[in-house]
């Protein structure tokens, strides 16, 4: 009579159909598009009309990888959405609050700072002005 292997083969098949799956986990840990702090802008960009940024509110920029919030006084300031986690993308905004998709650290888009971890450094401020009702941000802004 023939050795039985420990393993059942419905235990090499869970096993099998598993794997995969937990790769899935190694790929949500990464940026998507392999995106790193370098994703934010090198030279100054017109994120669009300087009107979209309420008082007291902000507007996520995805494309650019930026934030923009005005303050009550009409102060502006500008943020990467580049995670200081672990690198990814910022792709929701809830009021001024950034949510990023990776592993679900906060930022305040006022401020920058870090209201959720893992996350534990602010998001990089970049320079941002208004000219001509248009919004300029990146370095040279």
Avoid: W
């Avoid at 995969?20 to 960009?45: H, Q």
């Avoid at 309420?54 to 502006?76: E, Q, T």
């Amino acid at each position: 009579m023939p050795a039985r292997s420990s393993a059942s083969r419905r235990t090499v098949l869970r096993g099998a159909a598993a794997a995969p799956v937990a790769g899935l986990g190694l790929a949500a840990c990464s940026a998507p598009g392999g995106a790193t702090a370098d994703a934010t802008p090198t030279a100054p960009v017109d994120l669009g009309a300087e009107n979209e940024v309420p008082k007291g509110g902000a507007k996520l920029y995805r494309d650019r990888n930026v934030v923009v919030s005005r303050d009550a006084s009409g102060a502006l300031k500008a943020y990467s959405t580049i995670c200081t986690h672990a690198g990814c993308p910022i792709n929701k905004l809830q009021g001024t609050t950034l949510v990023c998709p990776c592993h679900g650290s906060q930022f305040d888009a006022a401020t920058g700072k870090v209201v959720q971890s893992p996350a534990t450094e602010p998001l990089n401020e970049l320079p941002v002005r208004a000219t001509g009702g248009r919004l300029i941000a990146g370095p040279g802004a």
